[in-house]
């Protein structure tokens, strides 16, 4: 299959994966509503990309990864619903569309983003995960992890603390190692996990590769807060620059800033050197985060 073959595969897979599961849930038509709103299949969905190209490199299937492909992007949908909220970055666009507090409103964004994380950590304990129940044990302590103030939400305040002050490499690194990195790092260790013959040498291995795409996948966002426009991105041009946030294009300038993207990617692929030919999802992956337009 080509990349974009496996690509598209992909999304599809993942897409019939959450709207199956939120569809799942009993209760409010309208929290339902907002749920799909705001997984809407206008995103890129690299997070489950990673984790299906991930359990493919060590031997899996993508089958395997189904559970933790759809907790990833779950959690990443909740964290998108609550970065916009007003009290945050206040946003009005996501994906092209209207924010879940602007299509509806504050409270209900909110509540969306509480259900998604609740669901997707639902997902992971369910039966039909196919592995170990101490595997199962390490996937949701992995995702858990990531999730909370030793990754993504310690990320965002580190974000919010930085707003107008003068950041370092190494302090703008540290945050978004943590706001960016720490979910994709999970997405790549969670494919991975979800077959029970992975070895720590092909997990230490991922680790790294992770580590650094997660940087690489935040220096092209940066470059594209730029560079593009509202209408490619799907959200506001500028956004992170006008909030008076430090971006790596701020410390760096924009070809620097190329050229770390692409260095951190090849750092990135090199990390996969020991794995074969079903590795290469992933590297054309490392590839593709770095080129893309939004």
Same mark, same amino acid.
């Given at each position: 299959?080509?990349?974009?073959g496996?690509?598209?595969?992909?999304?599809?897979?993942?897409?019939?994966?959450l709207?199956?599961?939120?569809?799942?849930?009993?209760?409010?038509?309208?929290?339902?509503?907002?749920?799909?709103?705001?997984?809407?299949?206008?995103?890129?969905?690299?997070?489950p990309?990673?984790?299906?190209?991930?359990?493919?490199?060590?031997?899996?299937?993508?089958?395997?990864?189904?559970?933790?492909?759809?907790?990833?992007?779950?959690?990443?949908?909740?964290?998108?619903?609550?970065?916009?909220?007003?009290?945050?970055?206040?946003?009005?666009?996501?994906?092209?569309?209207?924010?879940?507090?602007?299509?509806?409103?504050?409270a209900?964004?909110?509540?969306?983003?509480?259900?998604?994380?609740?669901?997707?950590?639902?997902?992971?304990?369910?039966?039909?995960?196919?592995?170990?129940?101490?595997?199962?044990?390490?996937?949701?302590?992995?995702?858990?992890?990531?999730?909370?103030?030793?990754?993504?939400?310690?990320?965002?305040?580190?974000d919010?603390?930085?707003?107008?002050?003068?950041?370092?490499?190494?302090?703008?690194?540290?945050?978004h190692?943590l706001k $960016?990195? =720490?979910?994709?790092? !999970?997405?790549?260790?969670?494919? #991975? %996990?979800? +077959?029970?013959?992975?070895? &720590? @040498?092909? /997990?230490?291995s991922?680790?790294?590769?992770?580590?650094?795409?997660?940087?690489?996948?935040?220096?092209?966002?940066?470059?594209?807060?730029?560079?593009?426009?509202?209408?490619?991105?799907?959200?506001?041009?500028?956004?992170?620059?006008?909030?008076?946030?430090?971006?790596?294009?701020?410390?760096?300038?924009?070809?620097?800033?190329r $050229?770390? =993207?692409?260095?951190? !990617?090849?750092?990135?692929i090199? #990390? %996969?050197? +020991?794995?074969?030919?079903? &590795? @290469?999802? /992933?590297?054309?992956?490392?590839?593709?985060?770095?080129?893309?337009?939004?």
């Amino acid at each position: 299959m080509s990349q974009e073959g496996f690509m598209q595969a992909s999304r599809q897979r993942v897409n019939a994966r959450l709207w199956a599961a939120i569809a799942s849930d009993e209760g409010s038509a309208k929290l339902q509503d907002a749920m799909i709103h705001a997984c809407a299949d206008g995103g890129k969905r690299i997070r489950p990309l990673l984790t299906y190209a991930s359990a493919l490199a060590v031997g899996g299937s993508v089958e395997q990864a189904d559970a933790a492909a759809t907790a990833v992007e779950l959690i990443h949908c909740y964290s998108l619903v609550h970065d916009d909220l007003p009290a945050m970055d206040d946003d009005d666009l996501r994906r092209g569309k209207p924010t879940v507090h602007k299509a509806f409103d504050e409270a209900t964004a909110i509540l969306v983003g509480d259900a998604l994380q609740a669901l997707a950590f639902e997902l992971l304990c369910a039966d039909g995960v196919g592995v170990s129940s101490e595997q199962r044990i390490d996937m949701i302590a992995c995702l858990a992890s990531a999730a909370g103030a030793r990754g993504m939400v310690g990320g965002q305040a580190l974000d919010f603390e930085a707003v107008g002050e003068a950041q370092t490499l190494e302090q703008l690194e540290k945050m978004h190692s943590l706001k $960016t990195g =720490a979910l994709i790092r !999970a997405a790549i260790r969670l494919g #991975a %996990l979800s +077959h029970d013959l992975c070895s &720590a @040498e092909a /997990l230490a291995s991922l680790d790294v590769y992770a580590a650094k795409l997660g940087l690489a996948f935040q220096v092209r966002d940066d470059i594209l807060d730029e560079i593009s426009d509202t209408a490619t991105l799907g959200k506001p041009q500028g956004s992170d620059s006008g909030a008076n946030k430090p971006t790596y294009l701020s410390l760096l300038g924009l070809e620097v800033a190329r $050229t770390k =993207a692409e260095e951190l !990617a090849g750092e990135a692929i090199k #990390a %996969l050197e +020991h794995f074969d030919e079903k &590795a @290469e999802p /992933l590297r054309r992956l490392a590839d593709y985060i770095v080129e893309r337009l939004n």
